[in-house]
C-alpha cells in the first residue's frame, strides 16, 4: 500500500479542477492521493478498490469507499449509466471494463487516465503486456467511445519514478468548450 501522503500525480492535478460539478470515480484508488484531491476540490467521491487496507486509509470527508474486486471472474461493472462528473484512473489497467466505465461518464463528464505503456519493461514492472497500454491505445479508447481529447501524452516520464506512461484527459461531447482552459505552466 502506498503512503497515504504520497502527493496526486501532477497529470491529475494539471486536469482536476477542470472536472464539473457532482460526483468523481476513483477507480483502482489505492491509498486515495487522488480521492482525496478531489475531495478538497469540492466533488463528492467514490474510492473503489480491492485492497481494504488501502481503501481504509483513502476514508475521509467527501470519500466513500467501495470493496470491490472488478477483475474476480464474474465481477460486472457496478455503476450506472452516465453517474460520474468525472473518472479518475491512474497505474491501472484492466481492458474488460474500459467499455462500461466509459459508460458511467455523464454527458458533460471528464475522464483523466494514466497509466503504464509498452515499453515500461526497461524500467521495471508492470512489464507484462496485458498492464501495459499499446501505442495510440488511449486515444482509440476516446475516439471509440465519442470523447473529445482535451491533452494526450505518451513517452517516459522521471517523476515519481522513470517509466513509459500514456496519459489522457477526454470530455464527453457535452462538455463546454470554454471549461477546457489548459492551466498554464
Excluded at 41 to 56: E, M, Q, S, T, Y
Excluded at 93 to 118: C, K, Q, V
Aim: hydrophobic letters at 50%; charged letters at 20%.
Amino acid at each position: 500500500m502506498a503512503d497515504v501522503l504520497t502527493p496526486p500525480s501532477a497529470w491529475v492535478e494539471r486536469f482536476a479542477p477542470l472536472v464539473p460539478g457532482g460526483e468523481v470515480l476513483d477507480l483502482a484508488c489505492g491509498s486515495g492521493r487522488h480521492a482525496r484531491h478531489l475531495a478538497a476540490l469540492g466533488h463528492a467521491v467514490v474510492a473503489v478498490d480491492r485492497d481494504a487496507g488501502a481503501l481504509a486509509a483513502a476514508a475521509g470527508d467527501g470519500i466513500v469507499t467501495s470493496q470491490i474486486d472488478l477483475e474476480e471472474e464474474g465481477a460486472c461493472w457496478p455503476f450506472g449509466a452516465e453517474r460520474f462528473a468525472g473518472i479518475v484512473v491512474t497505474n491501472y489497467l484492466h481492458r474488460p471494463l474500459l467499455a462500461a466505465m466509459l459508460g458511467s461518464l455523464a454527458p458533460n463528464g471528464m475522464l483523466i487516465y494514466e497509466t503504464f505503456a509498452d515499453g515500461n519493461a526497461a524500467f521495471g514492472k508492470p512489464s507484462n503486456p496485458d498492464f501495459l497500454l499499446q501505442p495510440g491505445e488511449l486515444l482509440d479508447l476516446t475516439a471509440k467511445h465519442g470523447l473529445r481529447v482535451i491533452a494526450f501524452e505518451d513517452g517516459v516520464v522521471n517523476t515519481p519514478k522513470p517509466a513509459m506512461v500514456q496519459r489522457v484527459c477526454a470530455v464527453k461531447g457535452e462538455f463546454p468548450r470554454e471549461a477546457a482552459l489548459l492551466p498554464s505552466f
